[in-house]
């Protein structure tokens, strides 16, 4: 893949980040990489994993600008489909953009703003 990845984020963890001048949520420390997708994966991430949240943005990554390894592996659900993972922090040089992303009045997304 040569375009941008995404990462679903708190809006609160990435103006933390903006602070600490690095992202490095959670699932960083617990397992070890940060959870990314293609732009064809995203709406059913967000559907599956973020359902009814609010206060979420969409990190659009460069994947060229990350100094930390990116790997392509396997998802949980669908264990033959393979998601970019980052196996350290996240560079804040490497968001292109940020995209506010709530979710509709049902708690679900139908499209990815990009």
């Known amino acids: 893949m040569n375009g941008p990845i995404l990462h679903i984020a708190h809006r609160s963890a990435w103006q933390a980040a903006l602070r600490a001048g690095v992202y490095a ?65 996240l560079d804040l040089e490497a968001v292109m953009k940020v995209v506010e992303f709530e979710p509709g009045s049902d708690g679900s997304w139908s499209s990815i703003p990009l």
């Open 25 to 89: 949520p959670e699932s960083l420390a617990v397992e070890g990489f940060i959870h990314c997708s293609e732009p064809s994966q995203a709406l059913r991430v967000a559907n599956a994993f973020y359902k009814g949240r609010s206060g979420l943005a969409l990190l659009v990554i460069d994947p060229g600008r990350l100094s930390a390894d990116l790997r392509w592996e396997a998802g949980s659900d669908k264990p033959d489909e393979l998601f970019p993972h980052i196996h350290g922090p």
